[in-house]
């Protein structure tokens, strides 16, 4: 196999230095077929490790453990050219299968930028600089008068972070606060006529924010792609293929199946790459990306329909306290903001409420404020939007755990993570609504305190139907449905009795 | 009245409307706002601030720009009509004249023409995408409803607009010192808030990265309706952007207008709104229990709410209280009656639509007039000319017949006057210069090219 080379020259004195790859293009390498699917799945299980702790709210310092744990864990290779070969390889495969939707891109990209940034903090500063300068970043340190006249500002900036000011050698870059877009989002610059004052330890913000917008130029580029062979896979519809993941993808060469990552990741790799191959691929891809986030439950098939007189029984049953409280609350104020309503729409609609039911049920609850008329002006084009029947006609999916606990409910809303935004109070008394013990109550409030949200919500599950739950509860359509199962199953088992 | 008897209406009024000068019912027509955009609303201005710059004859200006920005028009029917684009001024025109919509929204500038987007979409390549906007800010005296008592919903009166006018100073003060931009357009929303307009080139090719950055710097409000916490200041001291704030703008006025005005501490019911921000719960009943004890004993001539303000500060600020937490909580409580309240969405995405300036409001039938940031104080939502009282008074100077501007003369012209002056000359020079200076560079770029 040939190695990648990932050595840099230095600026300052000639000699090279191991670095990160930016996965600026593709190597010219060659890998072997099972290498190729491996290795991929090796960095989702990073990349889905970096997920499950950002949604647990983990603070920087426990990710940067986190991340260096799950790289060991599925990424080293006692010699340093394999590894930075599966850490190319693998980036390039995914990229490949998660350049397809823009939900898919836009959690690839958070995740390889989040992967970026705290492996970068690992790198020797003398690394840092080299990487900085293969960036072409072209900021100069902030002169000591300069300094002189800010120093109270930036000194206020670290006090405002807990930290205080090493003014004796501190180093400032003076850049733009569009470069910055993270540090001045958390207000953790001086800002000043539109220039961020940013320290020494934070270039890595600047650095995060070049390895970003490469990476999510080069993902639309890679889609457009991959638009070809979404076509080819809708014409071919024979079930022997998704056997074939084993078989040949690319060119079978003296018995080894190699594939070209370079020609993946480039324009022209449908012209490369025959036909027949194409078809092999688009399974391996599909299901690569589904593995790991899990079903989309945009289509209610398991339980099947409902109606709108089932969803009052089927609330108090089956309901996750999220979707409980939102319907609690349309009941109560006959209204939901904007938030409410899609978390709690699109759950309806994953749950088998029928788009004329949904807009049925929407305009009964709200009519005690909003008259039909207004309804239909202003509420129903939503709803019919998040059916797939405006706009650009895309049938939004419901939003998983992972979503909704990232999400900011603020003044007037309801939606979120009841585990993770409601009060210690108001999340106690929910909890109790729903029939749990004071036991139950301490062990959830306890996974709570921990933010485990998602392992609260479980608790809750199982402690309601009595019933364990061991996969967790990852998405509010899953626990409608297992719910809904192990009801059935309890019918059953009377009626058989 | 049938829309035959509306426009017989006008007629006759501009027929004798010298002396009947108040017949115009006080009320939103289709037929009066097609003679305000016949005759006042300012075409030409929009073109002009929308155009930015590129109308001109200069080499380097880009023809395409203002044919490729959206409009939307919500016509009287409710019918919503997005994706038209205009290829110049008379077109614009003659379109908002002839259609007459109850609602004009600019969205952004888009790679091609977003009214052949469909074309474009037919070629495969994914090439239909905003690349330019105003970066934009709307403000809503809605989102207020928990520390307004005068009012509620869409209803908005003196007592609490100024939440309003602090929103315009504290916002338009960081977007001038903080981030640098300097053509900045405050509007009145016709209704319950205002809207905020960053024209700066650099701010219009900001990504929705960094638009989100922005209103992020903005946002301290991190509660919901379960959570009690509405507002979080941690670490030590405050950002030097929320320090400024508080001590230049929101603590003024929480304690002389907020307080006294909202009656914020003189009920049971609205100091325990307070009292429950206080994290250390025997500190909250200590107050409480004063509180409730004085409750006959109030006779002094000072406002029982700034008297029981001072007691908590001094009971919060005194050298007795330790925990960072406790002290801070003064500073928490002001910011959560007075920071400005973002709708964060409308700014953090490029193909938000908003609502363009001088639109009437058909609720209110008031024109979304511009907002003078460095006299903001003075601006009174409650005088803000509406579509009846100009025609009143266009009917009134009808008969003269000097009239090459007719718009100048009623009260809208001063707000057109404002526009011109402060908000589209400056705007239009500093983008000449900007047209001119890219042109140079090129031109420069390409002599050294050659000179290889």
């Known amino acids: 196999m040939e190695v990648f080379q990932s050595h840099r020259k230095s600026s300052s004195n000639n000699v090279s230095v191991s670095t990160l790859p930016l996965y600026r293009s593709a190597p010219p390498l060659e890998v072997r077929l099972e290498d190729f699917e491996l290795f991929a799945m090796d960095r989702l299980r990073v990349l889905k490790g970096i997920s499950d702790g950002l949604g647990r709210g983990k603070k920087p310092e426990e990710m940067e453990n986190l991340v260096a744990d799950l790289w060991k864990e599925n990424m080293r290779h006692p010699q340093a050219n394999e590894e930075t070969n599966k850490d190319v390889i693998s980036h390039f495969v995914l990229r490949l299968v998660y350049c397809r939707t823009e939900e898919l891109r836009k959690w690839f990209l958070s995740m390889e930028t989040t992967l970026f940034r705290y492996r970068f903090r690992f790198q020797s500063s003398e690394a840092q600089r080299a990487l900085m300068s293969e960036f072409k970043l072209p900021y100069k340190a902030v002169s000591n008068a300069e300094f002189e006249c800010v120093k109270d500002k930036l000194n206020q900036v670290a006090r405002s972070m807990g930290q205080t000011l090493a003014a004796v050698d501190a180093v400032f870059y003076k850049v733009p606060f569009e470069e910055v877009p993270e540090l001045v989002a958390g207000r953790r610059v001086f800002i000043y006529k539109g220039h961020a004052y940013v320290a020494m330890n934070q270039v890595v913000s600047l650095v995060v924010t070049q390895f970003r917008s490469y990476l999510s130029k080069a993902l639309i580029l890679t889609n457009s792609i991959e638009y070809v062979y979404k076509g080819i896979h809708k014409c071919t519809k024979t079930p022997c293929y998704r056997l074939s993941i084993k078989a040949l993808i690319f060119c079978k060469q003296d018995d080894v199946y190699q594939v070209s990552i370079c020609n993946l990741a480039c324009r022209k790799w449908t012209s490369t790459v025959r036909e027949q191959e194409k078809d092999r691929l688009a399974p391996i891809v599909e299901a690569l990306c589904t593995r790991y986030l899990g079903p989309d439950y945009s289509q209610p098939n398991e339980v099947g329909e409902i109606s709108v007189k089932d969803i009052d029984r089927i609330a108090k049953t089956s309901f996750p306290l999220c979707m409980r409280h939102l319907f609690e609350k349309v009941r109560e104020d006959h209204h939901l903001k904007h938030g409410g309503r899609m978390q709690l729409g699109l759950f309806l609609k994953g749950v088998g409420l029928k788009l004329d039911d949904a807009l049925a049920f929407w305009k009964a609850e709200f009519a005690p404020k909003v008259s039909a008329e207004r309804f239909d002006k202003e509420y129903a084009y939503n709803i019919r939007h998040n059916y797939g029947r405006e706009g650009k006609r895309t049938d939004y999916t419901p939003y998983s755990c992972q979503k909704i606990i990232s999400s900011a409910p603020g003044v007037g809303d309801h939606h979120g993570c009841p585990y993770r935004h409601f009060s210690e109070e108001n999340l106690r008394a929910a909890l109790v609504r729903m029939g749990a013990s004071s036991r139950v109550v301490e062990e959830v409030m306890d996974k709570v305190r921990n933010r485990h949200y998602q392992l609260a919500c479980t608790l809750t599950f199982e402690a309601v139907h009595g019933s364990s739950c061991d996969a967790g509860i990852n998405h509010p359509n899953q626990y409608f449905i297992d719910s809904q199962k192990i009801l059935q199953s309890k019918v059953d088992g009377i009626q058989f009795t | ?452």
């Not at chain 2, 017949?23 to 027509?29: H, L, Q, S």
């Not at chain 2, 987007?117 to 905003?130: I, K």
Request: with cysteine; hydrophobic share 35%; charged share 25%.
């Open chain 2, 1 to 452: 009245m049938t829309r035959e008897e509306a426009e017989n209406g006008i007629d006759d009024m501009v027929i004798d409307g010298a002396q009947q000068a108040n017949a115009v019912p006080d009320r939103f027509d289709a037929n009066y706002l097609r003679i305000y955009y016949g005759k006042l609303f300012p075409h030409a201005d929009m073109f002009k601030w929308l155009s930015y710059g590129h109308d001109g004859k200069h080499p380097a200006c880009d023809k395409s720009y203002f044919g490729r920005r959206e409009f939307s028009f919500t016509l009287e029917n409710d019918i919503y009509i997005r994706f038209q684009s205009f290829n110049s001024a008379i077109e614009l025109e003659n379109s908002i004249k002839e259609k007459c919509p109850f609602k004009i929204d600019i969205g952004p500038v888009y790679s091609v023409d977003p009214a052949k987007r469909h074309a474009y979409a037919q070629s495969g390549d994914n090439v239909f995408t905003p690349v330019e906007r105003e970066l934009v800010f709307d403000i809503d005296i809605t989102d207020y409803d928990d520390v307004r008592y005068c009012c509620t919903g869409a209803d908005v009166c003196l007592q609490c607009w100024p939440l309003m006018t602090i929103a315009i100073k504290v916002i338009d003060t960081a977007l001038r010192d903080d981030f640098g931009f300097n053509h900045i357009l405050w509007v009145y929303s016709g209704r319950r808030g205002v809207h905020c307009w960053v024209c700066d080139g650099k701010a219009r090719r900001l990504t929705n990265e960094q638009r989100a950055a922005i209103a992020d710097y903005f946002r301290v409000y991190k509660g919901n309706e379960n959570s009690h916490k509405k507002i979080s200041l941690p670490g030590p001291v405050l950002h030097p952007f929320l320090a400024r704030s508080y001590t230049e703008v929101l603590k003024g006025f929480f304690e002389a207008k907020m307080l006294p005005n909202q009656n914020l501490l003189s009920s049971e019911e609205r100091y325990e709104k307070i009292l429950e921000m206080i994290p250390d719960a025997s500190v909250a009943s200590e107050l409480r229990g004063r509180w409730q004890e004085n409750k006959r004993a109030s006779m002094s001539k000072d406002d029982i709410n700034l008297v029981r303000w001072d007691q908590l500060k001094s009971v919060l600020q005194s050298g007795k209280q330790k925990t960072q937490g406790i002290r801070r909580c003064v500073e928490e409580i002001v910011f959560s009656f007075t920071y400005p309240r973002l709708d964060m969405e409308v700014s953090k995405h490029m193909n938000h639509l908003l609502k363009a300036p001088f639109c009437v409001h058909p609720k209110t039938g008031r024109v979304c007039v511009p907002i003078d940031p460095n006299n903001c104080d003075e601006f009174d939502p409650t005088i803000v000319p509406t579509l009846s009282q100009l025609l009143e008074e266009l009917n009134r100077e009808g008969l003269r017949q000097d009239a090459d501007n007719e718009g100048d003369r009623t009260s809208l012209g001063e707000s057109v006057k404002f526009f011109r002056t402060t908000f589209l000359q400056p705007l239009l020079k500093s983008c000449k210069e900007g047209i001119e200076s890219s042109y140079n560079a090129k031109l420069q770029q390409s002599k050294n090219a050659l000179s290889w």
